[in-house]
Nanobody, 117 residues
Framework: QVQFVESGGGLVQPGGSLRLSCAAS????????MGWYRQAPGKQRDLVAR???????YYADSVKGRFTIFRDNANNRVYLEMNSLKLEDTAVYYC???????????WGQGTRVTVSS
């Protein structure tokens, strides 16, 4: 099973930007859909962005227009470009195969994003 390592998190002021990176241990070409998830303190982990092999995307309403997911099959990487960050975007962010995510399996360590002034 392909494993994922997230990076790129950090502390950013409201209105700032971050780019998260997800490196896969193997090929992601055969993975139908890759997703970025986040888990805020005391809350459940939620899907915030998804991109399938055909290029179709999904964004949670809370991030639509601010976040963009990129999928680089050639280099087995997935990125999340986050702009106009808000306090409520503070969370640990994870990437995963969406099918594994639906089974609550195969999570990496995540990368922490803190939006604070």
């Amino acid at each position: 099973q392909v494993q994922f390592v997230e990076s790129g998190g950090g502390l950013v002021q409201p209105g700032g930007s971050l780019r998260l990176s997800c490196a896969a241990s193997g090929s992601i070409v055969s993975i139908y859909a890759m997703g970025w998830y986040r888990q805020a303190p005391g809350k459940q982990r939620d899907l915030v962005a998804r991109k399938d092999g055909g290029g179709r995307t999904y964004y949670a309403d809370s991030v639509k227009g601010r976040f963009t997911i990129f999928r680089d099959n050639a280099n087995n990487r997935v990125y999340l470009e986050m702009n106009s960050l808000k306090l409520e975007d503070t969370a640990v962010y994870y990437c995963n195969d969406v099918l594994a995510g639906a089974r609550d399996e195969n999570w990496g360590q995540g990368t922490r994003v803190t939006v604070s002034s």
